[in-house]
């Protein structure tokens, strides 16, 4: 493994070709973008590459999260590789260590390994002008060519900021940090938040017969996409004829690209038939006080969408019970809603979710001027194209700010980023172009297009999520996934500034 790690991270920046060179790209994390950036650059010729990881092993969100009902939002048959269909999934929607055995299997059968330097969380990355001059948290120094953040999204555990929390004496932890083996059984157990990962535990807890407090803060419309298991028989007609996988899987992204993508940017059909089916769904709740305080404020796909058809009959059984009076405190017993009510538990389970426009976050990316992003973003969070920020030669996001991050694959948009990224870096290096950026009036022209559109989204009906930026705005993707592509498909050379 040394030799392995020593050999990833100590290739030559680049080597010049003639005017052409041959560039070294550094990608930060091994998830499931961070995996598919290497394999394409390597298809692609340029496969002077190397993966920083943070931990031991490869999948990112699908290796950290490991809590009780974890599965995929996405259809498995569209959540994966379109180079690289999975026909063994045994449930609709994913479960998560079927995902994680996936990635592992990925990086062994493109031999990604060999290029991966685990342990190594990146903590600072410099432009000298030229070049990129990367640190890691285990010493490793490193000079590359072009720096790519495939951090994802959901790697910065989000926790609610409760008075007296430090006083209280019992098991407090994220989902994202599940304590392995922790028995639940017999224990009083609060569970805090109520979107997609909220409902997930919630669901299986509930089903576990553990004694469960559910404090549901702001409830969120669920759709009701049952997560079938598929058969032992259609398993195996679906392995004997992956086609009928990858139909699926192309019906469910047109599903989710024509139907959930539309409902969210313009008033239609597809907008009336998703809330019709939330809010049937939720009328199915028998107990009208249940259904109260299960009911939302906002509008259906203001925020992510849950999938679930188990949540609402979860939390309706007796070893449940749902509080939407605000947490105001805790205390070394427990929690104090609004009312002054003292909730006495044993565990706090946090399903608060994440930080997710951190980006790369906390890395240290600062440029020659000595400028860092986050001061460059100080006031207003952008990258055009979602990908490319001014004034930060060579470094790319893929899932940066106005990316398509609703309802949608993560995988099928971050395909179409890092073709994208092949594409910048291929043109640099057979023109010898040592440094390519955005242009600031690109950036504003694409930020424009982008707001322009957001009129016409549900974003605008009063709710409050995750992808809101420093203005209140919401940093997503204000198109259609068609659209997104198109722009990305062939890169405009007259929006970048380039420098031999």
């Known amino acids: 493994m040394q030799n392995r790690v020593s050999n990833a991270a ?14 070294r790209t550094a990608i930060i994390g091994a998830g499931a973008a961070g995996m598919l950036q290497a394999i394409k ?18 999948g990112g969100t699908w290796r950290e999260n490991r809590y009780p009902g974890i599965a995929c939002d996405v259809p498995a048959h569209h959540y994966n590789y379109s180079f690289e269909h999975n026909p063994g999934w045994s449930h609709r929607l994913a479960l998560g260590p079927e995902i994680q055995s996936y990635m592992k299997k990925v990086a062994d059968k493109y031999d990604l390994r060999r290029s991966i330097v685990f342990g190594a969380k990146v903590t600072s990355a410099v432009f000298d002008g030229r070049q990129w001059h990367i640190e890691t948290s285990n010493g490793i120094r490193d000079t590359v060519d072009f720096l790519v953040a495939a951090t994802g999204p959901l790697h910065i555990p989000a926790f609610p900021n409760i008075p007296g929390l430090e006083e209280y004496k019992g098991i407090k932890f994220h989902t994202a940090e599940w304590i392995d083996g922790i028995d639940l059984s017999g224990k009083r157990v609060g569970v805090i938040g109520s979107g997609s990962t909220g409902t ?92 109260e305080k299960l009911t939302p404020s906002d509008a259906p796909l203001c925020k992510r969408m849950v999938m679930s058809t188990a949540f609402y009959p979860a939390v309706a059984r007796p070893n449940v019970e749902v509080v939407r009076d605000g947490i105001v405190r805790a205390t070394e017993k427990g929690l104090v809603d609004q009312t002054g009510r003292l ?102 022209k694409f930020r424009e297009h982008v707001m322009s559109a957001i009129p016409q989204t549900v974003w605008t009906t009063g709710c409050t999520n995750w992808y809101m930026d420093e203005q209140g705005m919401p940093e997503n993707w204000t198109g259609t996934p068609d659209e997104y592509r198109a722009i990305l498909r062939e890169p405009n050379y007259d929006e970048f500034l380039l420098s031999t």
């Open 343 to 444: 909730h006495e538990l044993d565990i706090i389970i946090f399903a608060t979710g994440f930080h997710a426009r951190a980006y790369h976050r906390p890395i240290a990316v600062t440029n020659a001027q000595g400028v860092t992003l986050d001061d460059a973003w100080k006031d207003q969070t952008g990258a055009h194209l979602s990908v490319h920020v001014p004034g930060f030669p060579n470094f790319m996001l893929i899932g940066g700010p106005h990316s398509p991050r609703g309802n949608f694959s993560a995988i099928a948009y971050s395909e179409a980023i890092v073709d994208h990224i092949v594409k910048v870096i291929r043109h640099c290096a057979e023109n010898g172009i040592h440094a390519i950026e955005a242009r600031p009036e690109a950036l504003a």
């Open 41 to 58: 650059l390597r298809e692609a010729g340029l496969d002077n590459v190397v993966i920083y990881e943070k931990a031991n092993e490869v």
């Open 200 to 291: 997930q535990v919630i669901s299986a807890l509930a089903e576990q017969g553990v004694n469960l407090k559910a404090f549901i803060r702001t409830p969120q419309w669920v759709f009701p996409l049952p997560n079938r298991k598929f058969g032992k028989l259609e398993r195996a007609i679906v392995s004997a004829f992956p086609f009928i996988g990858r139909m699926t899987g192309n019906f469910y992204g047109w599903f989710f690209e024509h139907v959930f993508a539309e409902a969210v940017i313009k008033n239609g059909w597809q907008r009336k038939f998703l809330s019709s089916m939330c809010r049937w769904q939720l009328g199915r709740v028998k107990d009208p006080v249940l259904r």
């Open 10 to 23: 100590s290739q030559n920046a680049s080597e010049p070709v003639g005017s052409a060179y041959r560039p």
